[in-house]
């Protein structure tokens, strides 16, 4: 049975943005890694589109170990897209999920294997709000958005969270990980 792990950068005032954060080589190979031990990734449309740029580096190296890595672990998992709009991925290792994003997630659930992530803020609320997350892992940066997207948006109900490891990065930024505890 696959671990739910949802993995988001965010900034100290609790912004998820991908663009606001400040990636370095150490934090590339973090979650190269983290791809690496994963069987798929679960994205919405808007950061999947985002993670869309890392096509761009397969077919064109930047010729920075760090980012050419992840690159290829991005090209490599499997991606699972939810989206009311798109028709295509224009992606080999995406595709479209044709089910409600509970069902498809239990699903992967029942199948042998390793860890299946979640990228993307709105998946990240919607399985909260089914308690479908088995760890939270929340890479914050240092740094203040000020505006934009915060994570736990339209979460009512109280959750606690115990803190099961740290890794600190040498540019400030700190993974955080949490196990939500059973009510």
């Known amino acids: 049975m696959g671990k739910i792990i949802a993995a988001i950068n965010m900034t100290l005032d609790g912004i998820c943005d991908h663009t606001a954060g400040i990636p370095d080589e150490e934090i590339h190979q973090h979650y190269t890694d983290l791809l690496s ?37 991005i090209d490599k998992i499997p991606k699972i897209v939810f989206s009311h709009t798109l028709k295509n991925t224009e992606w080999d290792s995406a595709k479209l999920s044709n089910q409600p994003i509970e069902e498809e997630v239990l699903e992967l659930k029942q199948q042998p294997g390793k860890a299946i992530l979640v990228g993307s803020r709105s998946l990240i609320i919607q399985l909260m709000k089914l308690n479908l997350i088995d760890e939270f892992q929340l890479c914050i940066h240092p740094v203040v958005a000020g505006s934009g997207l915060p994570l736990f948006e339209n979460i009512t109900d109280r959750t606690v969270f115990k803190l099961t490891k740290t890794k600190t990065f040498s540019g400030g930024a700190v993974t955080l990980y949490y196990e939500p505890t059973k009510k």
Do not use: C, H, N
């Not at 990734?41 to 930047?62: A, C, E």
């Open 37 to 73: 031990d994963a069987d798929v990734i679960l994205y919405g449309r808007v950061t999947y589109q985002l993670m869309q740029f890392w096509q761009t580096l397969i077919k064109k190296p930047s010729g920075e170990k760090s980012m050419d890595d992840f690159a290829m672990a």
